[in-house]
């Protein structure tokens, strides 16, 4: 109430009609300030470990995590102050889409996303970063149990020949692999991915032509990768860029947070199951 009202009453009337000693005030004034202070550094340190990317949400979740119970509206008006803005409140832009596989094969998925078993159904889009003067672009593998990226590539072009690196990536077997679930881009198409798919008994599933939501996890990941990775991005070569990506990737995997995965990593995630 005193602090509030400081601007239009004196501290000393003010403690004087309440009972209270001014130092008293002044004892707690000064145990507000620097926990003001601390919750400031706690959420500086926090949005910059995000690579400036989480909001008050999950920011909320990580102070939680060390004690802090804080509303967001707090987190907010502090975020305003220090001019902290996370990357995701720009709108994105989203590139067109390449010529469509024509294939007979089928919707296997059929949109169940949530998967129990890992590495039982992989996902995967491609998306494009600026290298140089000329555009490049990336390619990832995800598993739809933990959202983990497993594998990933990224080159000069948009072809099947980035899946094919990606899949190179992957550190598990792929015997262990049961559906592969992409759009109809026709880099997906190409018969040396069909080859490896039936050496490894990977099973084949396409999304209906022209309905997104279909790989609508793929999507969303690469919408993350936008804000997060491409977004105000400028690599000097393909050697720049495949150390960025690699830092990221390990960053998404071990140290990011997902809400769908109840504010848990997806490596975190994988070891709570176990």
Known sequence: MIRNNRHKYSVSAMCGVLQIARSTYY??????????????????????????????????????KKGWTVSRRRIGRIMKKQGL???????????????????????????????????????????????????????????????????????????????????????????HLELFHTDRGSEFK??????????FGIERSLSEKGTPYDNAVAEATFKTIKTEFVKGAYFLNQHELDLELFDYVHWFNHIRIHGSLNYLAPTEYKLMDL
């Open 27 to 64: 004892y707690e004034a000064k145990i507000r300030d620097d926990q003001e202070e601390e919750l400031t550094d706690l959420i500086l340190t926090i949005f910059k470990k995000s690579r400036c990317n989480y909001g008050q949400r999950k920011i909320k979740v990580e102070l939680k």
């Open 190 to 199: 190409n018969q040396l991915i069909d080859q490896a798919l039936e050496t």
């Open 85 to 175: 803005v996370s990357k995701y409140t720009v709108a994105q832009f989203k590139p067109s889409k390449s010529s469509c596989n024509e294939s007979g094969v089928g919707n296997a998925l059929n949109r169940e996303f949530d998967q129990d078993q890992e590495l039982k159904v992989i996902v995967s889009d491609l998306t494009y970063v600026r290298v140089g003067q000329k555009w490049h672009y990336i390619c990832v593998l995800v598993d739809l149990y933990n959202r983990e990226i497993i594998g990933h590539s990224a080159g000069p072009h948009k072809s099947a020949a980035l899946v094919q690196r990606a899949f190179a990536s992957v550190p598990y077997n792929l015997h």
